[in-house]
């Protein structure tokens, strides 16, 4: 029997994903054995520091495409959400599972939804795409930057005293810990980020047998979504630096997007949606971020990057 070995990070919800998709191969391939090997990268060493200052999203991911280049691993199991736009030629990301919720969610004190938080409620979220959309939604709220895996924001709720938090539907979900969300914040006031509740499988280019394989677990519909919202995001050069959001869905089969830029205070929020077919999905993306363009999107990066 042949063994695949899947590369994770250490944190729960890494080993979560990752049981996940083990779970799901092995039952379309008994004749495998997949196991996982836990992994510790730099990412995780720091991750109560800020990311944005040290270098980005590469750090949880730099150790696990090593192990794969060194055949330590056959296969990596990544949130989309936190792979950087361009990858190396060395690798691969093959193929995408069926999407969980996309979301993001609120989690308060009393359960109150947002509409309910008082004046001046103090929010808890590191993510500036959250931030911006929050407080356009709500300027009188107070936004405080919080970091760490989702059990440690949690607890940063009651241990610095917030009204609330911002976390991704998904991860929540996959943790079991659904219960404890307060609100589904409608993508009309939080659109997700780019890939949000989408687990992206990267394998070494040059090993076609493996890629089959995985092949074999693609959901196309994901697939199809998610190409057209990493396209929107790559023509843009969006990165977690900037307030950026693009929702892509099938509805009455047909691909629809829609993206959002916003300046960091979110006083300037622009939106756009458009529709077509599956099979013009990256162009999709490219013609909303052109159109998010027209409406002014370039000036409002621009004066984020200057600072
Ligand atoms: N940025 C961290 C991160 N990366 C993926 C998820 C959740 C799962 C997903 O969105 O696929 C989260 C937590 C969060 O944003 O609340």
Redesign the pocket.
């Known amino acids: 029997m042949s063994e695949i070995i899947i590369g994770t990070r250490k944190s729960q919800?890494a080993v979560a994903?990752s049981t996940l998709v083990a779970e799901e191969l092995a039952e379309k391939f008994p004749d495998y054995k997949f196991s996982l090997k836990k992994m510790s990268t730099k990412g995780d060493r720091i991750i109560d520091r800020s990311l944005i200052e040290i270098g980005g999203k590469g750090l949880f991911i730099k150790e696990i495409e090593i192990a794969l280049l060194n055949q330590e691993i056959d296969l990596a199991v990544h949130?989309?959400?936190?792979m950087p736009g361009e990858i190396a030629n060395e690798f691969e990301l093959i193929a995408t599972p069926q999407r969980?919720n996309?979301l993001?969610v609120l989690i308060s004190k009393d359960d109150k939804i947002l509409e309910e938080l008082p004046q001046g409620a103090k929010i808890g979220t590191?993510?500036l795409r959250r931030k911006a959309q929050l407080l356009n939604y709500r300027p009188d709220l107070e936004i405080v930057p919080i970091r760490g895996?989702?059990d440690t924001?949690i607890k940063k709720l009651y241990s610095q005293d917030l009204d609330a938090i911002?976390?991704?539907?998904?991860?929540?979900e996959?943790m079991g810990w659904s219960d404890k969300i307060s609100q589904y914040l409608e993508p009309a006031i939080s659109l997700?980020?780019v890939?949000?509740?989408?687990?992206a499988l990267e394998v070494r280019s040059n090993d076609d047998s493996i890629k089959e394989l995985v092949k074999g677990i693609n959901h196309h519909d994901t697939y199809v979504r998610v190409a057209a919202e990493r396209s929107f995001l790559s023509y843009l050069e969006g990165s977690?630096k900037i307030p950026i959001a693009a929702y892509a869905q099938i509805e009455d089969d047909e691909l629809s997007i829609e993206g959002m830029v916003a300046s960091l205070d979110g006083s300037r929020l622009l939106r756009a949606k458009l529709k077509g077919s599956r099979e013009e999905a990256k162009e999709l993306g490219v013609k909303l971020a052109q159109r998010l363009v027209e409406q002014g999107a370039a000036e409002i990066l621009a004066e984020i990057k200057e600072g």
């Open positions: 919800l994903q949130s989309l959400k936190d969980a996309p993001d590191g993510s895996n989702i924001r911002v976390l991704a539907a998904a991860g929540l996959r997700p980020a890939g949000q509740g989408v687990l977690c």
